[in-house]
């Protein structure tokens, strides 16, 4: 089942349920699920009686299979770093068996990026750095984009650098931000911060701010300003994914979304993009390109960045691989 399928039937069997138990199950999911389920369910088209029943059949045989299911850290530690890598497990791994994300955190999730960044604003910008790297990157990129320049430079800076969070970063965040993690003298050191994060955090701002951000990294490490270009991964990046990726990709994208993007494209990844259609659907997304007209720089930011949310998730899955810069092949 593919995560479109499984969000289709969750919000389906949520509107089966009614609104008084689906808000029961609503109670225990975050934000991002939260959202995804609501925006799923406003858009859902009507459903034939037919798919709700197959849908609870479905469910019901699931259930039938047997009792519920424990497994103990060292297996849930397994297997993240067996389907995720050494790497991207370890920072799951920290927040999962480790409880970083706690009350304070929790609540910072369910803000609008605006209110967010009003209330964090005038911490030290180490203590913000440390907040970002808590959150979703792109709801941080989302965050800065609010901070005045000079911050927001810093703060990206203090990410790029940052090795870890200590306990005692921690005991600030506490301070910071109202109970956010309780018994902080007792968590371990996370794996969070450095080059690649603030690389991901740059993927979710917009050109103008990121091009700052850079310069003034450059101006106090040039090799550090090198590594979070290097780790970057931008809409142009597409042009080093095999033809194959791009295929995979074109599947997973609207196409009102597809054209938007290629208008801030260069003729090149153009170019690829309609090798690796049909020659009829190549030729209407051509007509549909130059139809379209002038579109603001915004918009086209906005959906190249949808674009790439889906091609992290199938690099994630595995199926979509692209030549490192550094030469050789790598997942992105």
Same mark, same amino acid.
């Given at each position: 089942?593919?995560?479109?399928e499984?969000?289709?039937?969750? @919000?389906? !069997?949520?509107?089966? !349920?009614?609104? &008084? =138990?689906? /808000?029961?199950?609503?109670?225990?999911?975050?934000?991002?699920?939260?959202?995804?389920?609501?925006?799923?369910?406003?858009?859902?088209?009507?459903?034939?009686?037919?798919?709700?029943?197959?849908?609870?059949?479905?469910?019901?045989?699931?259930?039938?299979?047997?009792?519920?299911?424990?497994?103990? =850290?060292?297996?849930?530690?397994?297997?993240?770093?067996?389907?995720?890598?050494? %790497?991207?497990?370890a920072?799951?791994?920290?927040?999962v068996?480790?409880? /970083?994300?706690?009350?304070?955190?929790?609540?910072?999730?369910?803000?609008?990026?605006?209110?967010?960044?009003?209330?964090?604003?005038?911490?030290?910008?180490?203590?913000?750095?440390?907040?970002?790297?808590?959150?979703?990157?792109?709801?941080? #990129?989302?965050?800065?984009?609010?901070?005045?320049?000079?911050?927001?430079?810093?703060?990206?800076?203090?990410? @790029?650098? !940052?090795?870890?969070?200590?306990? @005692?970063?921690?005991?600030?965040?506490? &301070?910071?931000?109202?109970?956010?993690?309780?018994?902080?003298?007792?968590?371990?050191?996370?794996?969070?911060?450095?080059?690649?994060?603030?690389?991901?955090?740059?993927?979710?701002?917009? /050109?103008?701010?990121e091009?700052?951000?850079?310069?003034?990294?450059? %101006?106090y490490?040039?090799?550090?300003?090198?590594?979070?270009?290097?780790?970057m991964?931008?809409?142009?990046?597409?042009?080093?994914?095999?033809?194959?990726? *791009?295929?995979?990709?074109?599947? =997973?994208?609207?196409?009102? /979304?597809?054209?938007?993007?290629?208008?801030?494209?260069?003729? &090149?990844?153009? =170019?690829?993009?309609?090798?690796?259609?049909?020659?009829?659907?190549?030729?209407?997304?051509?007509?549909?390109?130059?139809?379209?007209?002038?579109?603001?720089?915004?918009?086209?930011? @906005? %959906?190249?960045?949808?674009?790439?949310? *889906?091609?992290?998730?199938?690099?994630? %899955?595995?199926?979509?691989?692209?030549?490192s810069?550094?030469?050789?092949d #790598?997942?992105?």
């Amino acid at each position: 089942m593919t995560p479109e399928e499984g969000l289709e039937k969750s @919000a389906l !069997l949520l509107l089966t !349920l009614g609104a &008084d =138990e689906a /808000s029961e199950v609503l109670k225990h999911l975050g934000p991002r699920e939260v959202q995804k389920l609501g925006m799923q369910m406003a858009t859902m088209a009507p459903q034939p009686r037919a798919k709700v029943e197959a849908l609870l059949d479905e469910l019901e045989a699931h259930f039938a299979k047997g009792a519920l299911v424990h497994a103990d =850290e060292e297996q849930i530690r397994l297997m993240l770093t067996k389907a995720l890598g050494d %790497e991207r497990a370890a920072h799951l791994i920290s927040r999962v068996l480790q409880g /970083s994300d706690t009350a304070g955190i929790e609540s910072l999730k369910w803000m609008d990026a605006p209110t967010a960044a009003d209330l964090i604003k005038n911490e030290h910008p180490q203590i913000i750095a440390t907040i970002l790297v808590h959150l979703e990157v792109d709801q941080a #990129g989302d965050i800065l984009k609010h901070f005045p320049d000079r911050l927001r430079n810093d703060v990206v800076l203090r990410i @790029a650098t !940052l090795d870890g969070v200590q306990p @005692a970063a921690l005991k600030e965040l506490n &301070d910071s931000l109202t109970r956010m993690l309780a018994g902080a003298s007792t968590v371990k050191k996370a794996a969070m911060g450095g080059v690649r994060h603030a690389a991901e955090i740059l993927n979710f701002v917009g /050109s103008a701010a990121e091009t700052a951000v850079i310069d003034n990294v450059r %101006e106090y490490d040039p090799d550090l300003a090198q590594k979070i270009l290097d780790e970057m991964f931008v809409f142009e990046n597409l042009m080093d994914i095999d033809d194959r990726g *791009i295929q995979t990709i074109l599947r =997973e994208v609207q196409s009102d /979304s597809l054209i938007v993007a290629l208008k801030g494209a260069s003729p &090149d990844l153009r =170019e690829k993009v309609f090798k690796n259609m049909s020659s009829r659907a190549a030729e209407m997304l051509r007509e549909d390109l130059e139809a379209k007209g002038p579109v603001r720089l915004s918009e086209v930011e @906005a %959906e190249q960045k949808e674009i790439l949310k *889906i091609v992290r998730r199938l690099a994630e %899955e595995g199926q979509v691989m692209m030549a490192s810069k550094g030469g050789d092949d #790598g997942f992105v």
